[in-house]
């Protein structure tokens, strides 16, 4: 084989009249690519390949770099032309950080529930997670998953893990919610939205325009969901369990505000039990008929009864809300204690009464919403799947909150036996904290308004109440219009 040798002095040109000739010959050619071949077997294909190659890279990697101002000025155009470079200067940049954060935040949300859930073996036969997210939010208080469920079944299938969805999803809490058929939202908090209690003139002010107008045909807003949007009842039985001090006068007062614009139009109408005469104290204006003693109860309910029927003999198939037939919301305070005292033939009529416009009243055009510190049926009667709604505040066991919320409530996250009690020393900040149940079936995290008793007489002037036949003697003129003094009364509407 040959071996050149770089002693070798090159080949001088010829002498001539003619061109002169290569001093390369075809053969040093050849002899030099089969010294390169040899001599570097891995390292010529390639730098002949790059050699080959660079050519045409370097025609197309020109034309894209003069591609970049054509693109640039198409898009100024198509964005507005120079002004938009004005707009570019004063770009808010922190704006962008967190839009850039808010996408990576969802993208690592939707991570942690694909790795949850085949943690949690809910995967198909190809190992795939049953659901994705339709729609992730996030929140300054934690991140929501909107997820497609085809089945009720499904639901409860998350519900029952929801412990575990909790930990490995790595938040404080969770809690699933149906909104609607078809959809559920799975609630994952690590700070609280409703921490921060608010009165009933800031909540009234934050509804839309022509809200809360007292027509029983669209929704009483009463409290306050965990998305800062009203949270609204239909014109149903309600039941508001809690115990003493846990804002279940917030939620009476707050239902009372919701339909008071219809008082003065002559639609509304407003009856209260109170056998303990102790939240309805000196309230009289706010009502049209009101009771405390067991005879005066009795009367009360046997009159409601009468209004009943007689609405059915000569009304229609559903109710017209009209000055001539007012809708009627009877408001019941210490439900448990109602019948007490009544001898027992009157306690019998009396209860036989109440389950009678229980399941007649509402199509009459009346509403009754009771208010108790336990949920059981031998302390609520039979009455008590009759109520559509529910609302639960702080109770002592969670089967009180599967009692009232309905069963799975507190595997749901509805966890109302671990609200903490409210007293001086957290300045009553969990007082109208709760979960509800509307007529629709929805769960739902809810804080009541707070309503002092000064802007309570406001609203019940306001509402200029014209009396009927009052069953118990009127209150202290000093009560209604200056309003209670008494630091319990103002506690108690917490």
Same mark, same amino acid.
């Given at each position: 084989?040959?071996?050149?040798?770089?002693?070798?002095?090159?080949?001088?040109?010829?002498?001539?009249?003619?061109?002169?000739?290569p001093s390369v010959t075809v053969a040093d050619a050849a002899r030099f690519m089969e010294?390169?071949?040899?001599?570097?077997?891995?390292?010529?294909?390639?730098?002949?390949?790059?050699?080959?190659?660079?050519?045409?890279?370097?025609?197309?990697?020109?034309?894209?770099?003069?591609?970049?101002?054509?693109?640039?000025?198409?898009?100024?155009?198509?964005?507005?032309?120079?002004?938009?470079?004005?707009?570019?200067?004063?770009?808010?940049?922190?704006?962008?950080?967190?839009?850039?954060?808010?996408?990576?935040?969802?993208?690592?949300?939707?991570?942690?529930?694909?790795?949850? *859930?085949? +943690? /949690?073996?809910? %995967?198909? $036969?190809?190992?795939?997670?049953?659901?994705? =997210?339709?729609?992730?939010? &996030?929140?300054?208080?934690?991140?929501?998953?909107?997820?497609?469920?085809?089945?009720?079944?499904?639901?409860?299938?998350?519900?029952?893990?929801?412990?575990? *969805?909790? +930990? /490995?999803?790595? %938040?404080? $809490?969770?809690?699933?919610?149906?909104?609607? =058929?078809?959809?559920?939202? &799975?609630?994952?908090?690590?700070?609280?939205?409703?921490?921060?209690?608010?009165?009933?003139?800031?909540?009234?002010?934050?509804?839309?325009?022509?809200?809360?107008?007292?027509?029983?045909?669209?929704?009483?807003?009463?409290?306050?969901?965990?998305?800062?949007?009203?949270?609204?009842?239909?014109?149903?039985?309600?039941?508001?369990?809690?115990?003493?001090?846990?804002?279940?006068?917030?939620?009476?007062?707050?239902?009372?505000?919701?339909?008071?614009?219809?008082?003065?139009?002559?639609?509304?109408?407003?009856?209260?039990?109170?056998?303990?005469?102790?939240?309805?104290?000196?309230?009289?204006?706010?009502?049209?008929?009101?009771?405390?003693?067991?005879?005066?109860?009795?009367?009360?309910?046997?009159?409601?009864?009468?209004?009943?029927?007689?609405?059915?003999?000569?009304?229609?198939?559903?109710?017209?809300?009209?000055?001539?037939?007012?809708?009627?919301?009877?408001?019941?305070?210490?439900?448990?204690?109602?019948?007490?005292?009544?001898?027992?033939?009157?306690?019998?009529?009396?209860?036989?009464?109440?389950?009678?416009?229980?399941?007649?009243?509402?199509?009459?055009?009346?509403?009754?919403?009771?208010?108790?510190?336990?949920?059981?049926?031998?302390?609520?009667?039979?009455?008590?799947?009759?109520?559509?709604?529910?609302?639960?505040?702080?109770?002592?066991?969670?089967?009180?909150?599967?009692?009232?919320?309905?069963?799975?409530?507190?595997?749901?996250?509805?966890?109302?036996?671990?609200?903490?009690?409210?007293?001086?020393?957290?300045?009553?900040?969990?007082?109208?904290?709760?979960?509800?149940?509307?007529?629709?079936?929805?769960?739902?995290?809810?804080?009541?308004?707070?309503?002092?008793?000064?802007?309570?007489?406001?609203?019940?002037?306001?509402?200029?109440?014209?009396?009927?036949?009052?069953?118990?003697?009127?209150?202290?003129?000093?009560?209604?219009?200056?309003?209670?003094?008494?630091?319990?009364?103002?506690?108690?509407?917490?």
């Open positions: 084989m040959y071996e050149p040798s770089i002693s070798r002095p090159p080949t001088p040109p010829r002498q001539g009249s003619g061109p002169s000739e010294h390169m071949w040899t001599s570097f077997t891995w390292a010529f294909p390639l730098y002949f390949g790059l050699a080959f190659a660079a050519q045409p890279s370097f025609a197309l990697g020109f034309a894209a770099v003069l591609s970049v101002p054509v693109w640039a000025v198409l898009v100024l155009y198509r964005l507005g032309g120079p002004s938009t470079l004005d707009a570019l200067k004063s770009l808010d940049r922190q704006r962008v950080l967190s839009l850039v954060q808010h996408g990576l935040q969802i993208r690592h949300a939707r991570h942690l529930w694909g790795r949850a *859930l085949t +943690r /949690l073996q809910l %995967v198909d $036969e190809n190992g795939r997670p049953l659901t994705f =997210p339709s729609d992730v939010k &996030v929140t300054p208080y934690g991140i929501t998953y909107r997820v497609p469920v085809a089945r009720e079944s499904d639901v409860r299938l998350y519900e029952d893990r929801a412990g575990s *969805l909790r +930990r /490995l999803l790595r %938040v404080r $809490e969770l809690s699933i919610v149906s909104p609607h =058929p078809g959809v559920m939202d &799975v609630i994952c908090r690590n700070s609280d939205p409703l921490e921060d209690g608010f009165s009933i003139e800031q909540f009234r002010a934050s509804l839309p325009a022509g809200a809360n107008s007292g027509e029983v045909k669209k929704p009483a807003y009463v409290a306050r969901g965990e998305d800062g949007q009203p949270i609204g009842l239909g014109f149903g039985h309600t039941l508001v369990i809690g115990n003493t001090g846990s804002g279940k006068g917030s939620a009476l007062w707050a239902l009372y505000a919701a339909y008071a614009a219809g008082i003065p139009r002559g639609t509304v109408e407003f009856w209260g039990i109170d056998p303990k005469n102790a939240e309805l104290k000196g309230m009289d204006a706010a009502f049209q008929r009101i009771a405390t003693e067991p005879e005066q109860i009795a009367e009360l309910l046997d009159a409601l009864e009468e209004e009943r029927q007689a609405r059915q003999r000569r009304g229609g198939r559903s109710f017209v809300q009209s000055p001539q037939d007012p809708a009627i919301v009877l408001l019941v305070d210490e439900f448990a204690t109602m019948f007490t005292g009544m001898e027992a033939k009157t306690a019998k009529q009396a209860q036989a009464i109440y389950a009678s416009i229980m399941t007649k009243g509402r199509s009459a055009g009346i509403m009754v919403a009771a208010f108790a510190q336990q949920p059981q049926k031998e302390i609520l009667g039979p009455t008590r799947s009759l109520y559509a709604q529910r609302m639960c505040l702080r109770v002592d066991t969670a089967l009180e909150t599967d009692l009232v919320l309905g069963t799975g409530a507190v595997e749901a996250g509805a966890l109302c036996h671990k609200i903490d009690t409210a007293d001086e020393s957290n300045d009553y900040y969990t007082a109208g904290l709760g979960w509800m149940v509307t007529d629709g079936g929805r769960l739902a995290r809810v804080r009541f308004p707070y309503t002092s008793d000064e802007v309570l007489n406001h609203i019940v002037n306001a509402s200029s109440v014209s009396s009927g036949p009052a069953i118990r003697r009127p209150a202290r003129a000093e009560e209604l219009m200056g309003g209670s003094t008494d630091t319990d009364d103002e506690q108690s509407r917490r």
